[in-house]
């Protein structure tokens, strides 16, 4: 026979389901419905660190700005049905082809600062890249300040370029500087937007140059400016601070005035920044010279421009070549002094000649155009 049955609980002899409400323990035993063990407790931390963090991540703003490819527009051709470039006063000549200038589209900085996913974003992006907001937006200025003063530059920019484009072609025209606007108030009681700089301390002014070396002869002594207010002759006294270097700074936005022999009107809208001239002037010498000078091809490039016809190198390069690309270039015009910049950047099926001159973008623009094989013009790689 057998005997009777084994409990089903040990801890319930009579072999009933009823279970003690709570166990006996020992001395320092967790019981049932104690707090939290020490690893759950952990656990529980954890994931409340990941939720701030990610919080954090979200709702904070950082101090970056993240650039990526803005559009590319034809300057010898129309934008939404304007002409983006129109010349009177001289003839012009029939054009083909593309030669677009390119833009970036900037994210944060100022006022609009991003979160971290999207400067994260920007990090893993092959097509964009993210900067520190200094090196696009200077400490202390406001993002409409920044706005305002990238539509003076594009505006002395179209200035510049039409300057090059008749030095380029041997057409004469003077020169002298304007006030575009303020950086500080330091002199704005005794200066108005739109006079021009006559002479600073007696010595005649037409170039910013010539300006930073009086001011900086005078050192922390005022200057006295002889300006043109409204056609009329005045003369201001101003101050000067010590800015980056120890240049002596006015505190103005200074402008190039010229006196052009022919009107040169600029169809863009919500455009800013000095990244167009060169473009700007080749689009300028296409439409004052007989012939195509593309050969119908189409080319992109960026470069600020001097009125002497030297390319600058500009921000935002390797989105400019991507917009180019994006957009159908065939052959894109950097200047030479961005090529650390282009290296390795290069989107595949797009030629770069490098140019540091106006003179050499005509010449590569004009060759190519021709049936000249781009890889046969300098390149940055």
């Known amino acids: 026979m057998q005997g009777p049955p084994e409990p089903s609980n040990p801890e319930n002899p009579d072999g009933s389901d009823h279970r003690p409400l709570l166990r006996p323990r020992s001395r320092g035993a ?3 419905g104690d707090l939290q063990s020490p690893a759950r407790r952990g656990r529980s931390i954890a994931g409340w660190i990941i939720a701030g963090t990610l919080a954090v991540a979200v709702l904070v703003p950082t101090h970056f700005v993240v650039e990526s490819a803005g559009p590319a ?3 010898i051709g129309k934008v939404e049905g304007t002409q983006v470039l129109s010349i009177t006063g001289k003839p012009t000549f029939p054009t083909s082809g593309e030669l677009d200038m390119t833009t970036v589209y900037v994210q944060g900085g100022g006022q609009k600062r991003l979160g971290f996913f999207s400067v994260l974003y920007g990090w893993a992006s092959p097509q964009q890249d993210v900067l520190p907001e200094e090196m696009v937006l200077p400490r202390g200025t406001t993002t409409a ?3 305002q ?3 003076v530059m594009m505006d002395d920019s179209q200035q510049l370029s039409t300057a090059a484009a008749l030095n380029e072609l041997d057409v004469p025209f003077t020169q002298h500087l304007l006030v575009a606007g303020f950086a500080t108030g330091q002199n704005s009681k005794a200066l108005q937007v739109g006079d021009q700089l006559v002479s600073i ?6 170039t910013l140059e010539k300006l930073k070396e009086q001011l900086q002869a005078a050192g922390e002594k005022p200057s006295e400016l002889e300006i043109l207010r409204t056609s009329k002759p005045m003369s201001v ?3 000067t601070t010590a800015g980056e270097g120890g240049q002596r700074q006015l505190g103005i936005l200074l402008g190039n005035g010229f006196d052009f022999p022919v009107d040169v009107k600029f169809g863009l809208e919500n455009v800013g920044g000095p990244s167009a001239g060169m473009m700007f002037a080749l689009a300028i010498v296409d439409q004052l010279t007989e012939g195509e000078m593309t050969g119908g091809k189409h080319f992109a490039g960026t470069g600020a421009i001097t009125v002497e016809g030297q390319v600058q190198p500009i921000g935002g390069i390797a989105q400019k070549m991507v917009g180019a690309k994006g957009n159908g270039a065939q052959v894109f015009l950097a200047p030479e002094a961005n090529c650390p910049d282009v290296v390795g950047r290069v989107p595949a099926g797009l030629d770069v000649v490098k140019v540091a ?6 010449a590569a623009v004009e060759g190519i155009g021709g049936g000249a094989d781009p890889k046969s013009f300098p390149t940055c790689q």
């Open 237 to 239: 006294t101003v101050g």
């Open 30 to 32: 967790a019981a049932t």
């Open 145 to 147: 300040e920044q706005s």
């Open 149 to 151: 003063q990238n539509t």
């Open 357 to 362: 001159t106006l003179e050499e973008a005509r």
């Open 73 to 75: 527009l034809n300057t």
């Open 201 to 206: 301390n007696g010595v005649k002014v037409t």
